[in-house]
């Protein structure tokens, strides 16, 4: 399995493919229909096998735009792999997975390189980069947001996405909502922005929040060289007392990450900013973290409280 480097541009993914024959795979395709079907409809014994490497067989009842976006990513990959192509060019393979599935794919993506299937990708996240630096505009109106007891499911979906999930604030800060994929983090921002509406419960604001999806394909800024850092900037060139970011740093350098960093520190001064992430260093910039586990909040506090009740985070932290 091979890291292609794209800080020169393409020469070195083109060489690769040239010299593999390898077929390149973007992984921001949007696909149609149940998981099932899409994994499995040229061999139902290899969607099978791939599906249970991937730990997505618990999707296959489920419609592909009910998927979170990490796992929305899983699936893209499974339907990559399921063509049975001798050599793979995977872009942005490790896009919206939380820590302990993106361990999980590269293992998977190693034995299939030792079973004899070349395979390459790209990882923007791993480039060191340039950055520009995100301009900062401060907030005059005071946030205010109350979240009282929404649950959330799909149509036709037995489980809830979201369940009985309360919060409130008044004023600025951050908050930090984690939670693996498929928890509810995305579904619980789009409730507040009220992109969809609860099945229970209420959402109330004191203005219209702006709201940040996770897919970078989706929202303004669709010709942009560097489409999340555009996305971004006019974010924090906002007066909005309330922002939503889903997965914000995704796509973003490391560079590009650190330069964010401290322009979320800044925004959050004057606005409230709800941050939903896998990025582990988003942790220590909080002031307040919700933890999401299968719809349900099973934290809320913050972070001096979460880092000292959490077994996983000092797991984390002891091993980046």
């Known amino acids: 399995m091979r890291w292609l480097s794209l800080t020169d541009g393409h020469e070195v993914l083109d060489d690769w493919v040239r010299t593999e024959q390898a077929k390149i795979v973007h992984l921001d395709t949007p696909l149609a229909g149940k998981v099932a079907s899409l994994i499995s409809e040229g061999d139902a014994l290899r969607g099978a096998e791939l599906a249970a490497l991937l730990q997505i067989d618990h999707l296959f009842h489920k419609r592909f735009d009910e998927c979170s976006s990490g796992e929305r990513q899983l699936v893209r990959i499974a339907y990559a792999l399921s063509k049975s192509t001798e050599a793979l060019v995977l872009i942005e393979p490790f896009r919206h997975l939380d820590r302990f599935r993106s361990e999980h794919l590269s293992m998977l993506l190693r034995r299939l390189t030792n079973l004899g299937v070349r395979i390459a990708y790209t990882d923007r996240a791993r480039e060191r980069g340039v950055a520009d630096r995100f301009l900062v505009a401060k907030t005059i109106t005071s946030p205010h947001l109350d979240v009282n007891d ?46 969809v509406r609860p099945l229970y419960g209420k959402v109330k604001w004191s203005e219209r929040p702006v709201y940040l999806p996770a897919d ?51 925004k959050a001064e004057t606005a409230h900013i709800i941050c939903a992430t896998h990025d582990e260093q988003l942790i220590k910039t909080a002031d307040r973290i919700i933890c999401l586990s299968n719809g349900a909040l099973v934290f809320d506090g913050d972070r001096s409280e979460y880092m000292k009740r959490s077994a996983l985070w000092s797991h984390m932290s002891s091993s980046s």
């Open 216 to 266: 970078q394909e989706y929202g303004p800024f669709p010709h942009a060289t560097n489409r999340r850092f555009a996305q971004l900037q006019a974010v924090f060139a906002s007066e909005a007392s309330l922002l939503l970011l889903d997965e914000p740093t995704v796509g973003l350098t490391e560079l590009e990450r650190r330069d964010f960093e401290r322009a979320l520190s800044e």
């Open 150 to 195: 929404v649950s959330y499911r799909h149509p036709l979906q037995a489980s809830y996405a979201v369940e009985h999930v309360s919060y409130e604030t008044r004023g600025p800060g951050l908050t930090v909502c984690i939670g693996t994929n498929g928890s509810g983090k995305s579904t619980l921002l789009e409730l507040i922005a009220k992109s």
